[in-house]
């Protein structure tokens, strides 16, 4: 296809640890498309990419965590490739569900105490250590 070819000429005679031909990141590749695309019907386009080896690891992921995760980005992919916009995948009663982004903005709290219960429970559930100053400390600004 045109995408494996693409990838190849990028990264010609690389190798990865194991021998095989080592491919360019499709990520790089889906944003250079993107981009093109874009400039080429007269659209300005700004994407960002959250890389995801550099979100926050507090704890080492188990297999429900594993489970999760598959549920939802098979959810997320399902809901793209059937051509939805403007939602995030999430597990409400124990389904994988689409939920519309105005929704999330409605009901999203616009301030997280970092004082607050909330927090705490954050921290707890991420087995993250608290903060000093943040709780208990009682100390006036």
Not at 103 to 124: D, E, Q
């Amino acid at each position: 296809s045109t995408y494996l070819k693409t990838l190849r000429s990028k990264e010609e005679n690389k190798k990865d640890a194991s021998g095989n031909e080592a491919l360019c990141s499709p990520c790089a590749f889906l944003i250079d498309y993107l981009k093109k695309h874009f400039n080429s019907v007269g659209k300005e386009v700004t994407i960002k990419y959250h890389d995801p080896s550099y979100m926050i690891r507090s704890v080492p992921a188990n297999a429900s965590d594993n489970v999760m995760c598959l549920v939802l980005a098979q959810n997320a992919v399902h809901g793209a490739m059937a051509g939805y916009t403007g939602f995030t995948s999430g597990i409400v009663n124990n389904r994988g569900v689409m939920i519309p982004m105005p929704i999330i903005m409605a009901t999203s709290p616009s301030f997280l105490n970092p004082r607050g219960r909330t927090w705490s429970r954050v921290l707890a559930a991420t087995q993250q250590p608290v903060s000093r100053g943040l709780h208990g400390d009682r100390t006036p600004r």
